[in-house]
T-cell receptor, first 112, second 113 residues
Framework: ELKVEQNPLFLSMQEGKNYTIYCNYSTTSDRLYWYRQDPGKSLESLFVLLSNGAVKQEGRLMASLDTKARLSTLHITAAVHDLSATYFCAVASNFGNEKLTFGTGTRLTIIP | NAGVTQTPKFQVLKTGQSMTLQCAQDMNHEYMSWYRQDPGMGLRLIHYSVGAGITDQGEVPNGYNVSRSTTEDFPLRLLSAAPSQTSVYFC????????????FGSGTRLTVV
């Protein structure tokens, strides 16, 4: 059974600081997703990571994937208040399978 | 394109009642899924479909039925509602191909009393 663990669960950080959210998963997979969710809202797709060493960046967010370590990171650079949200990683359980397992999410609060 | 449309947005049911949560997408996406989101537990997959006429169970399928008669629609049926089914339900869809992520609907907040 695929297990996905995110840490930290809660993160409060000051504007302008850098931080990293970690996503560990337990079995091999061909896809890892990062999503953002604002309170009371739907999920917004941020990144899809496919291969070992993959790195994607959008604005102040950068995601990377290490398939050997079964670890993905979401790095936040010079945080701004607008990045306050809950961030989820999700992993596909087998190659070509559509069964996604989500992490429990990291609630990020950026303090001015 | 309207994207992924879920109805209703809010619903209160009594224990034992049945209902159908509607999900429609106008993007010609073959893959569709239903998730439930509970506090502190992330999202859990209920059922999914890789095309019309094809459905499969996810992590928490008990108490729910689905069918996929068209590419556009993927309704979720609660057979006999229980308080444990109180949750926020999200429908999502995507095109085949590894590089594409899921587009999520706005959710249905269901309360079973």
């Amino acid at each position: 059974e695929l297990k996905v663990e995110q840490n930290p669960l809660f993160l409060s950080m000051q504007e302008g600081k850098n931080y990293t959210i970690y996503c560990n998963y337990s079995t091999t997979s061909d896809r890892l997703y990062w999503y953002r969710q604002d309170p009371g809202k739907s999920l917004e797709s941020l990144f899809v990571l496919l291969s070992n060493g993959a790195v994607k960046q959008e604005g102040r967010l950068m995601a990377s994937l290490d398939t050997k370590a079964r670890l993905s990171t979401l790095h936040i650079t010079a945080a701004v208040h607008d990045l306050s949200a809950t961030y989820f990683c999700a992993v596909a359980s087998n190659f070509g399978n559509e069964k996604l397992t989500f992490g429990t999410g990291t609630r990020l609060t950026i303090i001015p | 394109n309207a994207g992924v449309t879920q109805t209703p947005k809010f619903q209160v049911l009594k224990t034992g009642q049945s209902m159908t949560l509607q999900c429609a997408q106008d993007m010609n996406h073959e893959y569709m899924s239903w998730y439930r989101q509970d506090p502190g537990m992330g999202l859990r997959l209920i059922h999914y479909s890789v095309g019309a006429g094809i459905t499969d169970q996810g992590e928490v399928p008990n108490g729910y039925n689905v069918s996929r008669s068209t590419t556009e629609d993927f309704p979720l049926r609660l057979l006999s509602a229980a308080p444990s089914q109180t949750s926020v339900y999200f429908c999502a869809s995507r095109v085949p191909g590894q590089t594409y992520g899921y587009t999520f609907g706005s959710g249905t907040r269901l309360t079973v009393v």
